[in-house]
C-alpha cells in the first residue's frame, strides 16, 4: 500500500429486504477495515467522501492506515503510512481529518489530500490506536492523548490554526475524549488500574468534575444542546439524554438494548445498533421519539471493535456508516438514507416486520 494511492473500486451494492434500503460495501479486501467510532461524523461536509480505517495487509498485528471513499463506493484512496497512527478526528466543516503520529499532531484536506504538521505533542506514543480524538463543530480546537518517555498520559489541546499546545491534564492514562460542538467543554476517562472515572473539564484546562451520570453504556454530545445521548448500562434497555445539573435522564424510547449510539449535527436524530439480542440498527427521531428499522448488520458483534456495527450519521442524514463482518472479515458499509425512508421515519412511520 502506498500513501495517496488509487485503488480499484471494492463496492458491492445489497439491499435489505426488510427496509428496502440500498446497502453499499466500501471495502472488500482480505485485510479488515473499520469505521472510526460513533462519537463522530466521518464525512465530508457535502456528503461525497468518506473516512474509514484499513489494515496495510492480512496481519494480527498490522498497522492500520486511513482511507478515503467516495460514498458511491467507486474511490478508494489511501491517505496515511504511517505505524503508529492514533487521535484520528474528522473535521466535517472544514473538511479535514486529524492525527498524531510520531509525536507529531497533522492534517490532511480530504479533497486534496493535502497534509501538513500543526504543532508538536507533550509525548511521542500514542495511549491507544485509532481514533477517541475529538475537535470542535469549527474545527478550530483538536484534543488526544499521549504519553511520554515515563508513561505519563497528558490529555492536550491544539489551537487550529496556530499550533499553540495546552497540557490540560497528566494520568496513566486517558479514554473517549469528546469535546461540544461549541468547544467550551471537554469529556473524557481517566483509566486507572483500578478501574475508570469520568470527568469534564473547561477546554482551558479549569473546573474538572466527575461526570455526573454513570449509567451510560456509550453516549456522546447531542449537538448544541448541552445534553448527552447515549444507551444505558445492562439490565437498561433505552435511549436517553443527560445534562449535567439534571435530576435523571430523559429516556426517548426503551423497550431494545440499544448499544452503540451517534447523533446528527442538528441534534434531530439519533442511529444505534443493538445487541443482547442483535435486532438491527434503528434510527430514531427525537422531536417525534419515533423509531424506523434501517438494516439488520448481519454481524456477529464479539471483542474486536470491527464486529460491532458502531453507526453514525453523515452530514446531510444521506447515509448511516457502520461495521459488518458478515463475510468474514470486518469491512465498511453505507446505508442509504432515502428521502421516502426519512419523510416516513419524522412523520411517525415504524417498520414492523420480522427481523430477517
Given at each position: 500500500?502506498?500513501?495517496?494511492?488509487?485503488?480499484?473500486?471494492?463496492?458491492?451494492?445489497?439491499?435489505?429486504?426488510?427496509?428496502?434500503?440500498?446497502?453499499?460495501?466500501?471495502?472488500?479486501?482480505?485485510?479488515?477495515?473499520?469505521?472510526?467510532?460513533?462519537?463522530?461524523?466521518?464525512?465530508?461536509?457535502?456528503?461525497?467522501?468518506?473516512?474509514?480505517?484499513?489494515?496495510r495487509w492480512a496481519g494480527r498485528d498490522a498497522p492500520f492506515d486511513l482511507f478515503r471513499a467516495r460514498t458511491d463506493g467507486m474511490?478508494?484512496?489511501?491517505?496515511?503510512?504511517?505505524?503508529?497512527?492514533?487521535?484520528?478526528?474528522?473535521?466535517?466543516?472544514?473538511?479535514?481529518?486529524?492525527?498524531?503520529?510520531?509525536?507529531?499532531?497533522?492534517?490532511?484536506?480530504?479533497?486534496?489530500?493535502?497534509?501538513?504538521?500543526?504543532?508538536?505533542?507533550?509525548?511521542?506514543?500514542?495511549?491507544?490506536?485509532?481514533?477517541?480524538?475529538?475537535?470542535?463543530?469549527?474545527?478550530?480546537?483538536?484534543?488526544?492523548?499521549?504519553l511520554d518517555s515515563k508513561g505519563v498520559a497528558s490529555l492536550f489541546r491544539v489551537r487550529v490554526p496556530g499550533g499553540k499546545v495546552?497540557?490540560?491534564?497528566?494520568?496513566?492514562?486517558?479514554?473517549?475524549?469528546?469535546?461540544?460542538?461549541?468547544?467550551?467543554?471537554?469529556y473524557f476517562c481517566d483509566y486507572k488500574k483500578s478501574g475508570g472515572n469520568n470527568y469534564l473539564i473547561d477546554t482551558d484546562g479549569?473546573?474538572?468534575?466527575?461526570?455526573?451520570?454513570?449509567?451510560?453504556?456509550?453516549?456522546?454530545?447531542?449537538?448544541?444542546?448541552?445534553?448527552?445521548?447515549?444507551?444505558?448500562?445492562?439490565?437498561?434497555?433505552?435511549?436517553?439524554?443527560?445534562?449535567?445539573?439534571?435530576?435523571?435522564?430523559?429516556?426517548?424510547?426503551?423497550?431494545?438494548?440499544?448499544?452503540?449510539?451517534?447523533?446528527?449535527?442538528?441534534?434531530?436524530?439519533?442511529?444505534?445498533?443493538?445487541?443482547?439480542?442483535?435486532?438491527?440498527?434503528?434510527?430514531?427521531?427525537?422531536?417525534?421519539?419515533?423509531?424506523?428499522?434501517?438494516?439488520?448488520?448481519?454481524?456477529?458483534?464479539?471483542?474486536?471493535?470491527?464486529?460491532?456495527?458502531?453507526?453514525?450519521?453523515?452530514?446531510?442524514?444521506?447515509?448511516?456508516?457502520?461495521?459488518?463482518?458478515?463475510?468474514?472479515?470486518?469491512?465498511?458499509?453505507?446505508?442509504?438514507?432515502?428521502?421516502?425512508?426519512?419523510?416516513?421515519?419524522?412523520?411517525?412511520?415504524?417498520?414492523?416486520?420480522?427481523?430477517?
Amino acid at each position: 500500500m502506498l500513501k495517496n494511492k488509487i485503488y480499484d473500486s471494492e463496492r458491492a451494492i445489497l439491499r435489505d429486504p426488510r427496509s428496502g434500503l440500498r446497502i453499499i460495501r466500501l471495502s472488500h479486501g482480505p485485510c479488515i477495515s473499520m469505521n472510526m467510532y460513533f462519537e463522530m461524523c466521518s464525512f465530508t461536509d457535502d456528503d461525497s467522501y468518506v473516512l474509514f480505517l484499513s489494515q496495510r495487509w492480512a496481519g494480527r498485528d498490522a498497522p492500520f492506515d486511513l482511507f478515503r471513499a467516495r460514498t458511491d463506493g467507486m474511490e478508494l484512496v489511501q491517505i496515511t503510512e504511517y505505524d503508529d497512527l492514533s487521535g484520528i478526528v474528522v473535521s466535517p466543516v472544514t473538511n479535514r481529518v486529524f492525527y498524531f503520529t510520531g509525536g507529531d499532531v497533522r492534517s490532511c484536506d480530504i479533497f486534496s489530500l493535502k497534509e501538513e504538521t500543526l504543532a508538536r505533542a507533550p509525548g511521542s506514543l500514542p495511549t491507544r490506536q485509532g481514533s477517541l480524538a475529538s475537535v470542535d463543530l469549527k474545527g478550530e480546537q483538536y484534543f488526544a492523548s499521549c504519553l511520554d518517555s515515563k508513561g505519563v498520559a497528558s490529555l492536550f489541546r491544539v489551537r487550529v490554526p496556530g499550533g499553540k499546545v495546552d497540557t490540560l491534564y497528566q494520568s496513566q492514562m486517558q479514554g473517549h475524549i469528546h469535546v461540544n460542538p461549541p468547544g467550551d467543554t471537554l469529556y473524557f476517562c481517566d483509566y486507572k488500574k483500578s478501574g475508570g472515572n469520568n470527568y469534564l473539564i473547561d477546554t482551558d484546562g479549569k473546573n474538572i468534575r466527575r461526570y455526573p451520570f454513570e449509567q451510560f453504556a456509550h453516549h456522546s454530545w447531542l449537538g448544541e444542546t448541552g445534553k448527552m445521548q447515549g444507551t444505558l448500562l445492562p439490565p437498561g434497555h433505552a435511549l436517553v439524554t443527560y445534562k449535567e445539573g439534571d435530576a435523571s435522564p430523559e429516556a426517548l424510547t426503551e423497550g431494545r438494548y440499544y448499544w452503540h449510539s451517534g447523533a446528527s449535527r442538528d441534534a434531530q436524530w439519533i442511529v444505534s445498533d443493538t445487541n443482547w439480542p442483535q435486532e438491527g440498527i434503528f434510527l430514531l427521531h427525537i422531536p417525534s421519539k419515533t423509531v424506523s428499522y434501517v438494516c439488520n448488520p448481519r454481524s456477529v458483534p464479539s471483542h474486536p471493535q470491527w464486529t460491532h456495527p458502531h453507526p453514525s450519521l453523515s452530514s446531510r442524514l444521506k447515509f448511516v456508516l457502520f461495521n459488518s463482518d458478515m463475510t468474514g472479515v470486518g469491512q465498511v458499509y453505507l446505508a442509504e438514507l432515502s428521502d421516502e425512508f426519512l419523510a416516513q421515519a419524522q412523520s411517525g412511520y415504524e417498520c414492523r416486520g420480522e427481523f430477517l
